[in-house]
């Protein structure tokens, strides 16, 4: 998403599942969500110096669930 004056949000999205074998197996299957937003611009403070500025950055724990299976 580009906003005036050169600056971008960055939205990211992720989410890890577990897949673990031998004794952490019981929590194959369990998972974390999580949503990044960051504001980002690209600056130039003398020409030919371009710098990559993250402005602020926030994290929002979507869903955090646990499976356990029989071991």
Known sequence: ??????E???NLYS?????LPGIFHFL???SVET???SH????????GDLKLMIKDC???LGDFSVKLRKG
């Open 28 to 30: 194959s299957g369990s």
């Open 1 to 6: 998403k580009v906003l005036r004056g050169g």
């Open 40 to 47: 980002i611009a690209l600056i130039q403070d003398s020409p």
């Open 8 to 10: 971008l949000v960055l």
């Open 15 to 19: 989410r890890l599942v577990l897949r």
């Open 35 to 37: 949503n990044i937003t």
């Open 58 to 60: 926030s994290n929002l």
